[in-house]
T-cell receptor, first 112, second 113 residues
Framework: SQQGEEDPQALSIQEGENATMNCSYK?????LQWYRQNSGRGLVHLIL?????REKHSGRLRVTLDTSKKSSSLLITASRAADTASYFCATHPGNQGGKLIFGQGTELSVKP | KAGVTQTPRYLIKTRGQQVTLSCSPISGHRSVSWYQQTPGQGLQFLFE???????NKGNFPGRFSGRQFSNSRSEMNVSTLELGDSALYLC????????????FGSGTRLTVV
């Protein structure tokens, strides 16, 4: 399969704690993106990091990228119950038009 | 600013029938991609259209087809439906489809019985 892997598959934390999700991929990339999905609805774009970037921040989100290890991590700080969702990483190979290759996702549950 | 609109939201079809799903991208977005999401296979790329041309196609049988119109709206068609085609079909649009994040629609939930 071309898809990457995400770790852990499921994560349960208390409100206020930090949540870290990891993503590994197989091919070279142009960029890597993270998306959130609530209960089988559409995906919401969270953040994009380009292959020449190592770290990026957006509000409570911090993304790192290590192209030598073909891995990325998403950190959500001070989590809230509303952060409960599935999180997917998606790689953009760059030589296949706009095609994204998604990981299997991490199911995050934040308990109040 | 209107988001990506997919119609219908839910659909129930019988094996052997065909189905057409519609996607209206964000105004000004010229790239439209389609994905199939199932519990077993996850999110799988179907195809991408840019300015009415199919730019890339995923590893799906020829029963899956699509097209894009001059106003960037897109349709996908699945002929001779099989039980395994039951899935959430997601459409995503982007300004150019490369190096930019995508905006996804809420999806069409297709159930084949």
């Amino acid at each position: 399969s071309q898809q990457g892997e995400e770790d852990p598959q499921a994560l349960s934390i208390q409100e206020g704690e930090n949540a870290t999700m990891n993503c590994s991929y197989k091919t070279s990339i142009n960029n890597l993106q993270w998306y959130r999905q609530n209960s089988g609805r559409g995906l919401v774009h969270l953040i994009l990091i380009r292959s020449n970037e190592r770290e990026k921040h957006s509000g409570r989100l911090r993304v790192t990228l290590d192209t030598s290890k073909k891995s990325s991590s998403l950190l959500i700080t001070a989590s809230r119950a509303a952060d409960t969702a599935s999180y997917f990483c998606a790689t953009h190979p760059g030589n296949q038009g706009g095609k994204l290759i998604f990981g299997q996702g991490t199911e995050l549950s934040v308990k109040p | 600013k209107a988001g990506v609109t997919q119609t219908p939201r839910y659909l129930i079809k019988t094996r052997g029938q065909q189905v057409t799903l519609s996607c209206s991208p964000i105004s000004g977005h010229r790239s439209v991609s389609w994905y199939q999401q199932t519990p077993g296979q996850g999110l799988q790329f179907l195809f991408e259209y840019f300015s009415e041309t199919q730019r890339n196609k995923g590893n799906f049988p020829g029963r899956f087809s699509g097209r894009q119109f001059s106003n960037s709206r897109s349709e996908m068609n699945v002929s001779t439906l099989e039980l395994g085609d039951s899935a959430l079909y997601l459409c995503a649009s982007s300004t150019r489809g490369d190096s930019y994040g995508y905006t996804f629609g809420s999806g069409t939930r297709l159930t084949v019985v």
